[in-house]
């Protein structure tokens, strides 16, 4: 046995003490034991106690290895035998010709030797090799596999990793490859084009650095992330010679299943049909999905029954060996443990067998520490930290209910109120990942984020991430990992396209074509068709051409090379942005941010190299019910007003036929009411523009109808709404500016088509961009005499918000605020998609003086003590706005931008207010208008213009508090 063993003992390269922080007493150690330490062994001098009551060993020798820190040690006791030996070659070496044999053997041989002494007697003892020997035995009975990392090494790393990261996050992203149309951000991408079907449903990660886009900027050519303090690296394909791993989300919908808002439960289907036949007020096909990706980590004991270790912990790698040791299938566990989802047979991955690899094979892999295995000596077992790459389809419609560990209504992982994500971590078999929330299983774990209270006992603790739980809430989820430790790291959304006929009313979000009229091609919607689509089941009616069904099979997917869209996309393929792209990149940074970080931040949102996050505008028309001068009351005579949200934007038809625009601010039974006079004339027609169920990042496909609210009513193509816009300007047969409601910077790029219907949509007829005339795309419009009574729709891609409404917070550093942005320009690289997140207004103006400019603040920000918030009572002060007249009667912008903490991430916050240039002026007072979320001011000449207060749309990344 061991005269000494303590768990944190410290020594540095060539020094000649080593100290013990773990407090053990020394008094058994003696002069000329041997420590063993980080599987070295070295004599000991002396062993003293410091005069910080902590424990020291004085060497014989300085320690010639490298620095170890808090590792176990032992120290091996001098035994007897090594003394008996050395006396008696003490003896001996008074005889050296008649022990020469036998001192030869004492250096060489095992077992024992007999030395003679001058005055004839025997002494017989234990070889040097047998002495050492049966010390190593003992050293590996309380001390075995010298050469592995034990697990209070690997404790201790987390702990340090734990204090250096501000989050659970990426400590790199990996590098990227290709044009912006197909990047995602650093080290996340989609594929250039679609082409083959192993390109279906795949999301890329990290680049080999030949292959990598010059902008890449991340330290390594893989992802590394932090999950609970564990560093790990992301390796999946078999050669990394192109990217390092791929996310695979599961397949598109096909119109089979409906999900059940009231009951959590999702029913899968025999035909789309039936499928549709089966809804209800709650239950609904699913066609509009959210999909979310991510990793999970886990940690698992290597034996008998899970035996395989794997290339840096990733359970899914497919690499050829590990540290030159070979690899083979995992085919003791089954597929469903390395599926990405359920129903997911094709990511099983490869390892090495570790209760049959060799002493040498297993101290290969285990000497590096990227492969996460480490050594227990109280339990006597391997571990290792295991990473699965894990995607959930969204049960329903719509985006997800609760993603963020930090914010939110909720805090745990779940899609809706009644359906949670369930951890799987080391178990064999895919649990229902969606599981409603009073299911009969409910104790087999979900998902909660550090915020989650009520008694609630947590592992970690650790922001960023969530940790599984038992079903209530009430301590760690065991069968996820062993102790518990079971985690899953959120890294983004995708916007899925599904398999249905696209339609731009019946079925937006669908690939597929139609059956022509004549039955031999697929064509798109507007096309003459064998069947016209009437409802959204209509276009889920898919056989081939001459089956009698109105959809064509063979297309809509990456190997049919035919999209029914006219930005092309496929069913199977995930794209960079938009509709059928990601929607939010998650994927954080474990660093904390830094000044420049949000300095750099600022900058691309005003130049427009952001992404942007927001809801696809879908809009209706409707008849109401509205009695004579209901002021600021909108009624109807059915549920209509169910379909309405606090905000959203109407235009009433008035009693001289024109159209104004209010916002919704209180919804009834029958009813909605509106901030200001409608003007809704008795029975007028009500044009309704709201956001649309799921989220879509980037640039996104976006529709708007240049019609008369009347005459789309009675067009079937769009009376039960779209995806997009409605323009203020009716055709009447003479020349204007038709204006889109969005902002289209780069008509030539973003422009997809012009549709037009004299007949109220029984046919229609298409202009390509070539031969459109009087297109604009400084103002975002087109010049044309439309004829009174025609239908227009103009489908174009535009740039998802940068900003959204928000409460104030308190700035972080006020006195290093980024100055007040002023812009009225057209330009997308110099503030126009800034001014329209935030002001809902398109910049036109053709100016150079009209680009985005800085001015200072001239007078110092006063905060309120208590909160931190500027106060709206002393607003920030700069320079008037003296800027030229702007072109085309452009309205311009003003904001104050500055760092804001909310839930421990940074956003850039923006005060912001409109311009509008009238009498020679841009009527500016020279103050920053401070409001909660979005109001109107009116200015000096009578304008009234929002102002309020809007944050990034998404988080910057973590803060990280030193405190």
């Given at each position: 046995m061991p005269a000494f063993t303590a768990s944190q003992a410290?020594?540095?390269?060539?020094?000649?003490?080593?100290?013990?922080?773990?407090?053990?007493?020394?008094?058994?150690?003696?002069?000329?034991?041997?420590?063993?330490?980080?599987?070295?062994?070295?004599?000991?001098?002396?062993?003293?106690?410091?005069?910080?009551?902590?424990?020291?060993?004085?060497?014989?020798?300085?320690?010639?290895?490298?620095?170890?820190?808090?590792?176990?040690?032992?120290?091996?006791?001098?035994?007897?035998?090594?003394?008996?030996?050395?006396?008696?070659?003490?003896?001996?070496?008074?005889?050296?010709?008649?022990?020469?044999?036998?001192?030869?053997?004492?250096?060489?041989?095992?077992?024992?030797?007999?030395?003679?002494?001058?005055?004839?007697?025997?002494t017989t003892v234990k070889t040097l090799k047998q002495i050492e020997n049966e010390a190593q035995a003992q050293m590996d009975a309380t001390h075995p596999y010298a050469w592995a990392f034990r697990k209070a090494a690997m404790d201790a790393y987390i702990k340090s990793a734990k204090e250096r990261f501000a989050a659970s996050g990426f400590i790199h992203k990996g590098k990227h490859n290709g044009t912006n149309s197909n990047n995602v951000n650093q080290g996340l991408q989609a594929f250039g084009s679609f082409t083959v079907e192993s390109q279906a449903n795949l999301l890329l990660l990290g680049r080999n650095k030949?292959?990598?886009?010059?902008?890449?900027?991340?330290?390594?050519?893989?992802?590394?992330l932090n999950m609970a303090g564990v560093a790990i690296k992301l390796g999946l394909q078999q050669s990394f010679d192109y990217h390092y791993a791929a996310a695979k989300l599961p397949p598109?919908?096909?119109?089979?299943?409906?999900?059940?808002?009231?009951?959590?439960?999702?029913?899968?289907?025999?035909?789309?049909?039936?499928?549709?036949?089966?809804?209800?007020?709650?239950?609904?096909?699913?066609?509009?999905?959210?999909?979310?990706?991510?990793?999970?980590?886990?940690?698992?004991?290597?034996?008998?029954?899970?035996?395989?270790?794997?290339?840096?912990?990733?359970?899914?790698?497919?690499?050829?060996?590990?540290?030159?040791?070979?690899?083979?299938?995992?085919?003791?566990?089954?597929?469903?443990?390395?599926?990405?989802?359920?129903?997911?047979?094709?990511?099983?991955?490869?390892?090495?067998?570790?209760?049959?690899?060799?002493?040498?094979?297993?101290?290969k892999i285990a000497s590096d520490f990227d492969n996460l295995i480490f050594f227990d000596d109280q339990t006597g077992k391997f571990y290792q930290w295991t990473l699965r790459g894990v995607s959930y389809a969204g049960a329903g419609n719509g985006s997800w209910l609760q993603l963020d560990t930090n914010k939110g209504t909720r805090q745990d992982l779940a899609f809706a109120d009644m359906v949670r994500v369930k951890p799987r971590g080391k178990q064999d078999d895919i649990p229902d990942h969606l599981a409603a929330w009073n299911s009969p299983d409910a104790n087999s774990g979900f998902y909660i984020s550090n915020r989650y209270g009520n008694g609630v006992i947590h592992i970690e603790n650790e922001q960023g991430i969530f940790e599984a739980n038992i079903g209530n809430g009430t301590s760690p989820f065991s069968a996820g990992g062993h102790n518990g430790h079971c985690y899953l790291l959120v890294c983004g959304t995708v916007r899925r396209l599904n398999a249905g006929g696209h339609h731009p009313s019946l079925n937006p979000m669908g690939t597929r074509m139609f059956i022509s009229s004549s039955q031999n091609a697929g064509v798109h919607w507007d096309r003459p068709l064998y069947k016209k689509p009437l409802t959204t089941a209509d276009c889920f009616d898919i056989g081939t051409l001459?089956?009698?069904?109105?959809?064509a099979t063979g297309s809509g997917k990456i190997i049919s090379g035919l999209s029914g869209r006219k930005d092309g996309r496929y069913f199977d393929a995930i794209y960079a942005e938009g509709q059928g792209g990601v929607a939010r990149d998650m994927r954080y940074s474990a660093w904390g941010l830094t000044k420049k970080d949000f300095c750099e931040a600022d900058l691309r949102y005003k130049a427009g190299s952001e992404r942007g996050l927001g809801y696809v505008p879908f809009t209706k028309v409707y008849q109401s019910a509205t009695s004579a001068d209901?002021?600021?009351?909108?009624?109807?005579?059915?549920?209509?007003?169910?379909?309405?949200?606090?905000?959203?934007?109407?235009?009433?038809?008035?009693?001289?036929?024109?159209?104004?625009?209010?916002?919704?601010?209180?919804?009834?039974?029958?009813?909605?009411?509106?901030?200001?006079?409608?003007?809704?004339?008795?029975?007028?027609?009500?044009?309704?523009?709201?956001?649309?169920?799921?989220?879509?990042?980037?640039?996104?496909?976006?529709?708007?109808?240049?019609?008369?609210?009347?005459?789309?009513?009675?067009?079937?193509?769009?009376?039960?709404?779209?995806?997009?816009?409605?323009?203020?300007?009716?055709?009447?047969?003479?020349?204007?500016?038709?204006?889109?409601?969005?902002?289209?910077?780069?008509?030539?790029?973003?422009?997809?088509?012009?549709?037009?219907?004299?007949?109220?949509?029984?046919?229609?007829?298409?202009?390509?961009?070539?031969?459109?005339?009087?297109?604009?795309?400084?103002?975002?419009?087109?010049?044309?005499?439309?004829?009174a009574g025609t239908v227009h729709i103009a489908e174009y891609q535009t740039k998802s918000r940068l900003t959204v409404a928000s409460l104030r917070n308190a700035p972080i550093?006020?006195?290093?605020?980024?100055?007040?942005?002023?812009?009225?320009?057209?330009?997308?690289?110099?503030?126009?998609?800034?001014?329209?997140?935030?002001?809902?207004?398109?910049?036109?103006?053709?100016?150079?003086?009209?680009?985005?400019?800085?001015?200072?603040?001239t007078r110092h920000v006063t905060v309120n003590n208590n909160n931190g918030r500027i106060y709206a009572s002393k607003p920030p002060q700069h320079e008037v706005i003296n800027q030229p007249a702007p072109t085309n009667d452009s309205t311009g912008v003003k904001a104050l931008g500055y760092p804001v903490e909310v839930s421990s991430q940074g956003y850039i916050e923006y005060a912001y207010a409109a311009l509008k240039y009238s009498n020679g002026s841009w009527n500016d007072n020279g103050l920053i208008g401070i409001a909660d979320s979005e109001s109107t001011r009116t200015d000096f000449d009578g304008n009234s213009l929002p102002f309020g207060t809007h944050n990034t749309s998404e988080a910057l990344g973590w803060m990280k508090n030193d405190k």
């Amino acid at each position: 046995m061991p005269a000494f063993t303590a768990s944190q003992a410290s020594v540095t390269n060539n020094s000649k003490v080593v100290q013990i922080n773990s407090g053990e007493s020394i008094a058994n150690v003696n002069s000329g034991d041997f420590l063993v330490l980080a599987g070295f062994i070295i004599e000991i001098n002396r062993a003293y106690v410091g005069g910080d009551g902590k424990g020291y060993f004085e060497l014989v020798k300085n320690w010639p290895n490298s620095n170890q820190t808090n590792q176990e040690c032992i120290v091996i006791p001098t035994t007897g035998e090594f003394k008996k030996a050395v006396d008696a070659l003490t003896s001996a070496n008074v005889l050296v010709n008649d022990n020469f044999k036998a001192m030869q053997d004492w250096q060489t041989k095992t077992g024992t030797v007999t030395f003679t002494s001058q005055d004839g007697t025997t002494t017989t003892v234990k070889t040097l090799k047998q002495i050492e020997n049966e010390a190593q035995a003992q050293m590996d009975a309380t001390h075995p596999y010298a050469w592995a990392f034990r697990k209070a090494a690997m404790d201790a790393y987390i702990k340090s990793a734990k204090e250096r990261f501000a989050a659970s996050g990426f400590i790199h992203k990996g590098k990227h490859n290709g044009t912006n149309s197909n990047n995602v951000n650093q080290g996340l991408q989609a594929f250039g084009s679609f082409t083959v079907e192993s390109q279906a449903n795949l999301l890329l990660l990290g680049r080999n650095k030949k292959e990598a886009s010059s902008d890449a900027i991340s330290k390594t050519d893989y992802p590394v992330l932090n999950m609970a303090g564990v560093a790990i690296k992301l390796g999946l394909q078999q050669s990394f010679d192109y990217h390092y791993a791929a996310a695979k989300l599961p397949p598109a919908e096909e119109g089979l299943r409906t999900y059940d808002s009231a009951t959590g439960l999702s029913t899968l289907h025999a035909t789309p049909a039936i499928a549709f036949a089966s809804e209800t007020e709650t239950n609904k096909v699913v066609i509009d999905r959210e999909d979310m990706w991510g990793f999970e980590l886990f940690l698992r004991e290597i034996n008998d029954q899970d035996p395989f270790v794997y290339r840096w912990g990733n359970c899914q790698n497919r690499s050829g060996n590990i540290n030159g040791v070979p690899t083979e299938y995992d085919t003791v566990r089954p597929a469903e443990y390395f599926a990405w989802y359920k129903g997911d047979t094709e990511s099983r991955g490869v390892g090495v067998n570790w209760q049959q690899a060799t002493e040498s094979e297993r101290k290969k892999i285990a000497s590096d520490f990227d492969n996460l295995i480490f050594f227990d000596d109280q339990t006597g077992k391997f571990y290792q930290w295991t990473l699965r790459g894990v995607s959930y389809a969204g049960a329903g419609n719509g985006s997800w209910l609760q993603l963020d560990t930090n914010k939110g209504t909720r805090q745990d992982l779940a899609f809706a109120d009644m359906v949670r994500v369930k951890p799987r971590g080391k178990q064999d078999d895919i649990p229902d990942h969606l599981a409603a929330w009073n299911s009969p299983d409910a104790n087999s774990g979900f998902y909660i984020s550090n915020r989650y209270g009520n008694g609630v006992i947590h592992i970690e603790n650790e922001q960023g991430i969530f940790e599984a739980n038992i079903g209530n809430g009430t301590s760690p989820f065991s069968a996820g990992g062993h102790n518990g430790h079971c985690y899953l790291l959120v890294c983004g959304t995708v916007r899925r396209l599904n398999a249905g006929g696209h339609h731009p009313s019946l079925n937006p979000m669908g690939t597929r074509m139609f059956i022509s009229s004549s039955q031999n091609a697929g064509v798109h919607w507007d096309r003459p068709l064998y069947k016209k689509p009437l409802t959204t089941a209509d276009c889920f009616d898919i056989g081939t051409l001459t089956s009698g069904a109105a959809v064509a099979t063979g297309s809509g997917k990456i190997i049919s090379g035919l999209s029914g869209r006219k930005d092309g996309r496929y069913f199977d393929a995930i794209y960079a942005e938009g509709q059928g792209g990601v929607a939010r990149d998650m994927r954080y940074s474990a660093w904390g941010l830094t000044k420049k970080d949000f300095c750099e931040a600022d900058l691309r949102y005003k130049a427009g190299s952001e992404r942007g996050l927001g809801y696809v505008p879908f809009t209706k028309v409707y008849q109401s019910a509205t009695s004579a001068d209901n002021n600021t009351y909108i009624d109807f005579l059915n549920d209509e007003a169910t379909n309405f949200k606090v905000g959203d934007v109407v235009y009433c038809e008035t009693a001289t036929g024109t159209y104004k625009k209010a916002i919704v601010t209180r919804i009834g039974e029958k009813f909605v009411q509106t901030t200001t006079n409608n003007g809704c004339k008795p029975n007028g027609l009500v044009v309704h523009t709201t956001k649309s169920l799921t989220r879509v990042g980037g640039y996104f496909l976006c529709n708007d109808v240049f019609a008369d609210p009347a005459d789309i009513l009675q067009c079937t193509d769009l009376v039960n709404g779209w995806q997009g816009g409605w323009c203020e300007q009716i055709p009447d047969g003479t020349v204007k500016l038709f204006k889109f409601t969005h902002p289209v910077n780069g008509l030539d790029k973003y422009f997809k088509s012009w549709r037009h219907s004299a007949d109220l949509g029984v046919t229609w007829s298409e202009t390509s961009y070539a031969d459109l005339s009087g297109k604009d795309g400084v103002n975002s419009g087109r010049y044309f005499t439309p004829t009174a009574g025609t239908v227009h729709i103009a489908e174009y891609q535009t740039k998802s918000r940068l900003t959204v409404a928000s409460l104030r917070n308190a700035p972080i550093d006020l006195a290093n605020s980024f100055g007040v942005f002023v812009s009225s320009t057209y330009d997308d690289l110099f503030g126009s998609d800034l001014q329209f997140s935030l002001t809902g207004l398109i910049g036109r103006s053709t100016l150079e003086d009209a680009r985005g400019a800085t001015i200072p603040l001239t007078r110092h920000v006063t905060v309120n003590n208590n909160n931190g918030r500027i106060y709206a009572s002393k607003p920030p002060q700069h320079e008037v706005i003296n800027q030229p007249a702007p072109t085309n009667d452009s309205t311009g912008v003003k904001a104050l931008g500055y760092p804001v903490e909310v839930s421990s991430q940074g956003y850039i916050e923006y005060a912001y207010a409109a311009l509008k240039y009238s009498n020679g002026s841009w009527n500016d007072n020279g103050l920053i208008g401070i409001a909660d979320s979005e109001s109107t001011r009116t200015d000096f000449d009578g304008n009234s213009l929002p102002f309020g207060t809007h944050n990034t749309s998404e988080a910057l990344g973590w803060m990280k508090n030193d405190k």
